[in-house]
């Protein structure tokens, strides 16, 4: 691997504390990073080399150190750097470009950079600018990387503005845009699912799978998030972003090969094909919500307006669940449902894929497999894993038929490390492998897509918004979305509680 530095902005923030410097020490530990090293931190904070190494580093709690050797805690620790400046003062960043200057002495880096921009979005267009007037943006002295984090955009104005603006210093194939949902090992192996077998690819298209769910379920609330998440809502926050790009992952046509261009050119491509939902289509395709308070197990959950940042008459969705159609060969007239929320009943990602029934009844008086459809079930997290629903014979007279699972869990690939996700794309980028980030177009094809559903939400007073309680599954009218059997969501865990209160707001 070529020798680097890692330029984290934003060093003193959370997702360096988090994720970042969590996910880098992990590598460090099993010797993945490369030789020649460095991890520079950069913030306005003011912090010495060893200030930063104390706070980043050894009083971090999110870095296991742990099951870590002392020479390991010792060496990682010597690779941390930090420089404090202005990050909006242009003049500031020539102290940025002198301390890369001496690290590459110190650690032979030989000007190959990568900037992780952990950072507040409106520092997307000042940092890159002011990166390339010193001529860090430069490629011909070094390779140069941009990582940057969602949000990336507002709509979809915003989102070809940032890109016009990022691509004026950086070259599109320099840019890193993170999703950290294809980080995760079972989003890829939908990929592997997919392709590298030869039973389900046949049976892969409008022939014969009925429809497919994607439900991204999480229990808690906004938390202290309130003021972040009331700007953008479950659309822009999810939606927009992970669970498209999850929906890429299952339904985008085969590419012409592995590499990062071929994988990125069929999500577009994909991302091209969704149906629009116009407008005055958005009431009968989209339905949302958001958490109201409710009592659990003598827990009292707060409603959404009243976590803090949030204002008392926010229409922020905190549910949200979509119907869409993608016209193309493969998948034209099945439908897509894709859900996800805050305050669910427990947390959840998984995909549902609904085989069309046989196209005869054999066995009439058995009314499970006369209503029963073949489901596949992939679950992204928790319990990671591939769950496969079929009917058998029950032993015995007659034929009773039945449904059994055929289950597989990752956890049963014992012994096998898995990276998590920021792990597993801060590698990649380090390897100056894209083909788990996004490019731009595929994030302003999807920006397209959401963008008449943002508008109606704000243009039209007639679109409803709907409570739900803390804990159940969302509003009831997004079970309104099926028209056809099974008229209702695959439910994850039907042991929980299912509440059927709910009212507009
Ligand atoms: C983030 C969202 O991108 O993803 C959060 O901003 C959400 O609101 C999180 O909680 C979910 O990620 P994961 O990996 O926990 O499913």
Known sequence: MEPLVFVIFGASGDLAKRKLLPSLFQAHKAGNLPQNFAILGVSRTSFSDESFRAKAFTDNLHIKKEDASQEQIRSFARMLYYQAIDTSKKEDYVKVKDKLSKLDELHQTKCNYIFYLSTPPWLYEIIPPYLAHFGLNDRTTGSKRL???????????????????????????????IDHYLGKETVQNLLVTRFANGIFEPLWNRNFIDHIEITAAESIGVGNRGGYYDHSGALRDMFQNHLLMVMAQIAMEPPTSGNAKSIRAETVKLFESIRPITEEEVSKYVVRGQYLASTINGELLKGYREEEGVPEHSKTETYLAVKFFIDNWRWAGVPFYVRTGKRLPTKVTEITVSFKAPPHTLFRNQKEI???????????????????????????????????????????????????????????????????????????AAWAFVDPILNAWKNDPEQKLFGYPAGTWGPDNSDMLFDTWPFSWHDPCPALTKEHNFCEL
């Open 147 to 177: 990582v940057i984090e969602k949000p990336f955009g507002y709509d979809l104005t915003s989102a070809k503005d940032l890109n016009g603006k990022l691509q004026q210093h950086f070259e599109e194939d320099q840019i890193f845009r």
């Open 370 to 444: 006369f209503q029963s459809q073949n489901k596949m079930i992939i679950r992204i997290q928790p319990d990671e894993g591939l769950l496969l629903n079929f009917g058998m014979k029950v032993p015995g007279d007659g034929f009773r038929v039945k449904n059994v699972n055929m289950d597989f869990h990752y956890s049963d690939l014992a012994n096998q490390y898995i990276p998590d996700a920021y792990e597993r794309l801060i590698l990649d980028c380090i390897k100056g492998d894209a083909t788990l980030y996004a490019r731009g177009e595929s994030v302003e």
